[in-house]
Every structure is written in C-alpha cells, then in structure tokens.
C-alpha cells in the first residue's frame, strides 16, 4: 500500500466520520414519543388512528413560545409527550422556566404531558387498568399520590395516579407518569388507544365531548422536528455563535489543517512513481494478422476461403453427430435438415465457396463469413 493511499484513505475516513455526525438524523430517544416514528416507542399508529376519529390533529415544528394562546372558541389543547420520564408537573416547575404556559392556560386551553416523573410506587411494573374504553395496559411503577385540591384522577389504581389532571382556571393539564400510553407498542392492546383519544377529546371539565372542535397541536419541535425556516435560522445562529466566540488562532488552525489535507489530496507528486510496463504482445495473434495481411495482399481468396469450408465443415459435422469423417454432402444436408428444421439448402455456401475476385473480393469474402456466422449460430441453439 503506498503513502498517497493511506492519506486518501485517512482523509475518506475523517470526511465520513464529519457527514455521519452533520447528516445523521436524530433518533434514539429524542424521538421517543413522536407523531413521526414507527418505531414501537413512537406514536404513528395512535396519530393515524385519531385522525380516522376525526380529531384536528395539527403538528407544531417551531419553538414552543412562537404558539399563539389565542385559538378557536372552546379553546386549543397542547399535547406533549417527553421522553424518558424526565419532565415535571406544572406545580412542581415543569414550565417554571418559561412564560408561554400561563398565557397559554389563561385563554382556557389545554396541555396534555406525558412522562412526568413520579416517585416509584410498590406497584407491579406492568398492570392492566380498567376503563370505560376497555382495559389500557401500562408500563411504569411511578404513581402521582397527590391528588388534594384541584387534581382529579383520569387513570389509577391502589398505588395512586397514572394519569391525572389538574384544573388550572380557567384551562386544565393533564398529566401520565409514563411517556406510553399510546404508543405504536399499544396497538392492539384493548383499550390504550380509544381511552387517549378520549382523554384528547375531553372537554375543559374533564368531562367527554366526542364533539370537541379545537385544534389539537402535537408538539414535534420537542422530538427534533423543525419547519425549514427554524432550521435555516438555528443553523445560521449556531454557525455565527461559534464563529464569533473561536479565537481568531484556532480558526486559524483549523483552516490551515483544511487547506493542507486539501492540497495532500490533490497533490498527486505525493505517491510513488508508478513505472510504465511494455504492452503484452499475444505472438500467437500477431502471426495470424501478418499471415492475413500477407494472403490479401497476393489476392489468395480462394485458397483462405477454401480453407475456411473446410473448417466450418468440420465444425457443423461434428455438431450435428456425424463425426469427423468424411460425409457426403447429401448426408450432411440431410442431418441439418432433420435437426434444425431448416432446408439443407442453406449449407450451399458452406459446402462451396463463393468465386471471389474482382473488385469485390473484400465484400462478397465479408459477406460469405457472415453466412457462415450464421449458420454457427444456428447449430450453436439446436
């Protein structure tokens, strides 16, 4: 292996390593829980399913403080669904840090989290709970046993809540200790995926409207979705922040490695030399092309062509089972005929040469071998 190999190869590896980091999607548990993902943490198969119900289900791919509050009378639900657990309760700071969610809750609208955190209970980690959609399977141990004041059970057993709701007038959250309970896992579970599209379509009560009207945004943004032009901006602002905090000597640096790898990949003086090899002279062709050129020259056509019938002779009688023996032209004509189903005739110009002379000697000798060629090809199918 030469040196100008290795660096190629070493710069292929360092430019698949940087596409794979840039141009992997994101997957994993970021899109744990996604509208998008068929993957069995997903929920695809639940999001077709409302749609069939008739559910305004609308998905939202930008920062979560750009969604306007302000919305359809009856008022707009947020559904967003966490990955891993790891989100809060609204009274215990989940959306402390941000200011959209009093606003979004004062116009009477909903939002619906799913993977709050809990404490763990003494629970089995999987149990069956009945509903009056049918029996909705869960995962999870961690249980919600705070339900004083404004909280009221939607899902829950002896250990306490799995899935509860708080009236925060005048809108209403809605809470699950687990991130699951619709999930592409659940699909013929019996009741998970009736009992969720219930719990979306719940009115500012809790209690059911089958009827309900608003837009029910799902939060993708959350999962790493994003609508071309957020991605045009975070990308152009991420670029410009690292740019205007890299020291002007590691940019420099960094640049200088680029142009040297630049010039060692088109630097083709790097290598070896490589030693150019004389062509490999066949002694057996040229002898056949100086003996051509020596019998065209002394017009031998006959001679060649007299040659050639007979080879080709031998040829078709060996093909057609008569060995290599001499057979008279009727038996061999008979033979191609039973065989080939062809007229024996067609043998004529095998069996005599054509008078090649003249002018035309190179065309009708051309000619005549491409009839032979033909006739090669047909003992070659049968």
Same mark, same amino acid.
């Given at each position: ?145 705070? *339900?004083? @004041?404004?909280?009221? /059970?939607?899902? #829950?057993? &002896?250990?306490? $809540? ?128 100086? *003996?051509? @050129?020596?019998?065209? /020259?002394?017009? #031998?056509? &006959?001679?060649? $062509? ?77």
């Amino acid at each position: 292996m030469t040196r100008r190999t290795v660096w190629i190869g070493l710069i292929a590896v360092a430019v698949l390593f940087v596409l794979l980091v840039v141009l992997a999607p994101e997957s994993g548990q970021k899109t744990s829980g996604s509208t998008y993902s068929r993957a069995p943490e997903g929920y695809r198969g639940w999001y077709e399913y409302a749609q069939e119900q008739g559910l305004q289900l609308q998905r939202w791919q930008r920062p979560i403080e750009e969604i306007s509050p302000e919305g359809e009378a009856g008022g707009q639900t947020l559904l967003r669904i966490f990955s891993g657990n790891v989100a809060r309760p609204i009274a215990e700071g989940v959306y402390a840090a941000d200011d959209w969610y009093e606003d979004w809750l004062a116009q009477g609208n909903r939002i619906i989290s799913l993977g709050v955190r809990q404490p763990v209970s003494e629970a089995r980690f999987r149990t069956l709970q009945d509903t009056a959609q049918g029996q909705v399977e869960v995962h999870t141990r961690r249980r919600q046993t705070d *339900l004083t @004041g404004n909280r009221a /059970k939607e899902l #829950s057993d &002896a250990y306490g $809540a799995i899935v509860w709701r708080e009236n925060i007038d005048p809108g209403m959250a809605v809470f699950s200790t687990t991130p699951h309970v619709a999930a592409n896992a659940y699909r013929d579970a019996p009741g998970n995926y009736d009992f969720f599209t219930d719990l979306i379509a719940a009115g500012a009560t809790g209690a059911l409207d089958t009827n309900w009207t608003g837009t029910i945004w799902i939060d993708e943004y959350l999962h790493g979705y994003r609508d071309a032009d957020v991605v045009i901006e975070e990308v152009a602002g991420s670029w410009g922040s690292y740019l205007s905090s890299t020291p002007v000597a590691v940019m420099t640096i960094q640049l200088s490695l680029l142009v040297l790898l630049y010039i060692l990949a088109q630097n083709r003086r790097s290598g070896t030399l490589a030693t150019l090899r004389d062509p490999k002279v066949d002694n057996s062709q040229a002898y056949i092309d100086a *003996l051509a @050129g020596v019998l065209r /020259k002394a017009n #031998s056509y &006959a001679f060649v $062509a007299s040659a050639i019938a007979r080879a080709e002779r031998r040829r078709v009688q060996q093909a057609l089972g008569l060995g290599q023996g001499a057979v008279d032209d009727k038996t061999l004509m008979a033979a191609w005929q039973q065989q080939t189903g062809k007229d024996g005739k067609g043998l004529q110009s095998l069996l005599t040469p054509p008078q090649v002379q003249g002018q035309a000697a190179d065309k009708t000798f051309s000619q005549w071998l491409t009839h032979l060629q033909t006739i090669r090809q047909q003992i070659t199918k049968n």
